[in-house]
């Protein structure tokens, strides 16, 4: 942590109120770091921005075209969504499909993020269930590859065969053995790697073409349907939507818990990691909108980019009151 | 910011996911400093932590009294409540005590806090109005003296009369000329200072007794009302009322939007005031339990205590992920 470096910076009143300091590599094709801010061999957990890596097992093995899933689905194997209509209709309808039920889930339960879905079961006097935790598309996902594989139904354990395999090829294209693992919100086990080790992974991904190996194969196959359908990964008014259609689909991001971010960028093949050390998502998605700014492919002015970084923070009667900056030095 | 020192850890699966930086002071009251960590001159915003002061020229005035204010009232004048019927209600009346009304308020409305008052909200299909605002005793405050004073309605301005006595209040108890100002998501001025500024302005509270000035007499008074009426400060389940009634009454403590924490400790003569740079509150909390436990009046086995620095955190399932400590060589 202590070689972090400011990244983020919250201004009110034209004093300094408080600062964000992190860790990014922009990384090529060939796991070079093309770029670096403060320490690229710190060790995060990737959290949820590393689902796209959690779901090769699922393509990769078959198990995605034996069951016939569509390019949404595979993005929506990749999303921390919004538990709005449009996922939890999405999860339903493919655990119907695979003769399982919300039961089925490990993920655990909690209130939708999305607005419209909240109020709609409060006034039901409703409960969310699992299918509303922003992760029941990966879990989702996880069911799939453990029904192809016959294996048994605690798919969260560390030791079940389709942990296993995520754990295989997160450490093939981390180009890392993880140091270890932690539990993540959704139970799943969440593997560690460096912050080189996960942007070498997302170069990876950015890389990745069809035709390849069957690994490479499901890494295009991610990226694509990630960017295509950007409002699976997250929803309405979520950065890593709004910024995937700022983007207009030619790179794919994602967002973690405790402030981590990555993105893939197919053309430039180049691939980004940043892990903000307090864990503020309001200074990971600055940041990233400043390195994917800085690369030529997010436009400073448009409204999901200054929504973020630039844009005036207003109170609740809509009076500015300050600004979100990236630190000087920093991208 | 730079001189922040590491204050809480977050860790997770064995390794040391996030971490905390800050600055923080004890002071006695003589306004010396008892022990510091990090930067005493660093210069922040004092968000809601300074409503006591914000309070002081409500009583000093005469104007609490000529009103009538119970004990109670006082303590909602430096709350930053839930927004629970409890507060409410007691806004709403105090409002028809002055023949005005919630469109007298200048806070903005937003979202209450409490689970309860949001659902019951939600299913009457009834938006929020300004007495939700967690900062809407301190408004009711603002109003009582604005009219006590024959003042205008727009008691936000920086040249209002009662924002003009809150400046020089809060400049003689922090003992500095305040180095500038910003806008409060409540839309009231609020007056920058130093950490140790802050902590000089809570030890004075701590040491100012009934009977000595009529500031000092004021101070006192709301410094009683916040320790006897904890549930008027914040709410069920927060930790400013939770920690406040696990020290029985003994100290005052409150928290500030990006993660600023006060305590007067009026047996010691003590005052606190801490700030944790990246502005993020469950490390605020955290912190300020640690040093209330240093100085012998949180016990660090309290579950209010533990809740906020020690005990295990659990994901949707109940499952142990990780833990808050705090870093070695703080508190």
Sequence with gaps: MNKAVPMVEVWRGGLLESAHSGHAVICDASGSIVEAWGDPAAVIFPRSSCKMLQALPLVESGAADAFGLSESQLALSCASHQGAALHTGAVSRWLADLDLSEADLRCGSHEPYDRTERDRLIRAEARPCQIHNNCSGKHAGFLTLTKHLRAGPDY????????????????????????????????APNFATSVLGLARAMAWFAAARDGGSARETAAARLTRAMATYPEMVAGEGRACTELMRAMGGRVAIKTGAEAVFVAILPDQKLGIALKIVDGASRASEAAICGLLIRLGVLEAQHPAAQKRLGAPMRNWRGIETGVLRLAPGFA
Tied chains: 1, 2.
């Excluded at 295989?168 to 270890?180: D, K, L, N, R, Y």
């Design 156 to 187: 969260v354990a560390l030791d079940h065969p389709l942990q296993r395999a995520v754990k295989a090829a997160f450490e093939e294209v981390t180009g890392e053995a993880s140091p270890g693992h932690g539990i993540d919100g959704c139970s």
